[in-house]
């Protein structure tokens, strides 16, 4: 089969894994800004997405999504190495930040992958796998900003997720114009426009969450000054 033998159809399973994973983010990131202004109606959206049906089903295609991306990342890696060296993303004529992005994204989805691990033992663990367990802390399994707040008034967290999201921007201002390129969206303008809408858009997708976690740092050092 072209899509698991060839170069290009790797690269089409590693784009199209790619953006759904950027839908995913951005979805993310807009119900965790919930939180900054309500936490009412954040863990409402968590109550709403815990262990149901659908909030599985989802879980479960995401984690398909994101193990596909990364052993395709695997293989285009070693084929590239094998190949040309380490620029599995090579493109000629680009800038030299892009160019070290595209130089280092398999270390840069590692650093993100790594991330994500610490992301699910802080939250999902303690939220919808301990609704599915039976002898789970059911009481704060769906407080969404207590675990939020728990998370993000330790310092050592804080900074290795802003190192984390700095990983994730990388990762993402090359991987989604490079998607858009491999998937036929590579004119001579469109490569610019798309170039920068990555840009553009992985900077206010990432803000939202650092948002968020300085959002909370500076409210539990507010909270133990006794400003709350």
Request: charged share 10%.
């Amino acid at each position: 089969m072209w899509l698991c033998n060839s170069s290009i159809g790797r690269k089409v399973i590693m784009s199209v894994t790619g953006v759904a994973l950027i839908l995913f983010l951005t979805f993310h990131a807009c119900m965790n800004v919930v939180a900054i202004f309500s936490a009412e109606g954040y863990n409402m959206i968590c109550e709403m997405l815990g262990a149901n049906w659908y909030a599985l089903v989802a879980t479960a295609g995401l984690g398909a999504l994101v193990v596909l991306h990364f052993l395709y990342a695997i293989k285009l890696t070693l084929q590239n190495k094998k190949a040309r060296g380490n620029s599995a993303y090579a493109v000629t004529d680009r800038p030299a930040k892009v160019e070290w992005a595209s130089q280092n994204m398999f270390v840069l989805g590692v650093i993100v992958v790594l991330g994500m691990g610490l992301h699910l033992y802080n939250f999902w663990y303690n939220m919808m796998l301990q609704e599915l367990l039976p002898a789970g802390n059911h009481a704060l399994a769906t407080d969404g900003v207590y675990w939020i707040e728990q998370t993000f008034s330790c310092p050592i967290y804080v900074v290795v997720y802003l190192v984390w999201l700095a990983a994730l921007w990388f990762h993402l201002t090359h991987g989604f114009w490079s998607a858009m390129q491999t998937m036929g969206w590579n004119g001579k303008i469109w490569f610019a426009r798309w170039k920068n809408i990555s840009y553009i858009y992985s900077t206010v997708i990432i803000l939202m969450y650092v948002a968020v976690a300085v959002w909370f740092y500076v409210a539990s050092l507010c909270c133990s000054g006794a400003c709350c």
